[in-house]
């Protein structure tokens, strides 16, 4: 993921903490801001919680793959906040929860 494509200033999370919308199951929080540019920035907050940086690395390059294998929509922040329970599951169960977490956030393009 290019420096472009990432959120990576405090303020740029705090707006879409503040203004954003959220949705969220038992794995993952999702929060969506629209930004204005033609392009979709990402950030991910995975918590010191849920396990030392060996794992917390694993479940952020786990939901930079999901992201990017999903066709959404252009011009949105989105920060997804993955949850404790997010270390038990696989890449597919994974890939199936945030699929349906973007699909109600209406971020999906209709190709899949």
């Known amino acids: 993921m290019t420096r472009l494509r990432a959120l990576r200033k405090r303020a740029q999370f705090a707006a879409v903490y503040k203004s954003g919308s959220g949705w969220g199951n038992r794995l993952v929080s999702v929060k969506t ?57 696989n890449y597919q169960q994974l890939n199936e929860s945030v699929g349906r977490l973007l699909m109600q956030a209406g971020l999906l393009n209709n190709l899949e």
């Not at 390059?61 to 920060?79: A, H, M, S, T, Y």
């Not at 906040?81 to 599951?89: D, E, F, H, I, L």
């Open 33 to 89: 801001l629209p930004n204005g540019l033609n392009v979709n920035r990402y950030g991910f907050s995975v918590s010191k919680s849920l396990g030392k940086a060996v794992v917390r690395n694993r479940v952020r390059r786990l939901l930079r793959e999901v992201i990017r294998q999903k066709p959404l929509k252009n011009g949105w922040d989105i920060i997804l906040t993955p949850r404790a329970s997010v270390v038990a599951v």
